[in-house]
Nanobody, 127 residues
Framework: QVQLVESGGGLVQAGGSLRLSCAASGGTFSSYVMGWFRQAPGKEREFVGAITWSGGSTYYADSMKGRFTISRDNAKNTVYLQMNSLKPEDTAVYYC????????????????????WGQGTQVTVST
């Protein structure tokens, strides 16, 4: 069983930055694809980005490219989401997720293929 705990959310002004962390336990973190998703009120949970087990490849939703960066530290069992140039429309609950089954990168953006999820952390961007 894998447990994921996000932290680092909060209130930030538009144009500001936040770094989210997701600490994993209970599994072999270094072998998992890790993803970040977000869900705004009244909207479906959407893909933000993902990173492969080694950190060698990252994938982002188009609206996050150039502003968000995913990284991981396998020694610390932690994945990070650095968010810069934040906009009010980035306001959402942010979730990290682990994909433990080996799959093609096609599946990295699809939430139903992530087996484990954290509880989420709220990010609010004010104008």
């Amino acid at each position: 069983q894998v447990q994921l705990v996000e932290s680092g959310g909060g209130l930030v002004q538009a144009g500001g930055s936040l770094r989210l962390s997701c600490a994993a336990s209970g599994g072999t973190f270094s072998s998992y694809v890790m993803g970040w998703f977000r869900q705004a009120p009244g909207k479906e949970r959407e893909f933000v980005g993902a990173i492969t087990w080694s950190g060698g490849s990252t994938y982002y939703a188009d609206s996050m490219k150039g502003r968000f960066t995913i990284s991981r530290d396998n020694a610390k069992n932690t994945v990070y989401l650095q968010m810069n140039s934040l906009k009010p429309e980035d306001t959402a609950v942010y979730y990290c997720a682990a994909q433990t089954t080996k799959r093609d990168s096609y599946f990295y953006t699809r939430r139903k293929f992530y087996e484990y999820w954290g509880q989420g952390t709220q990010v609010t961007v004010s104008t």
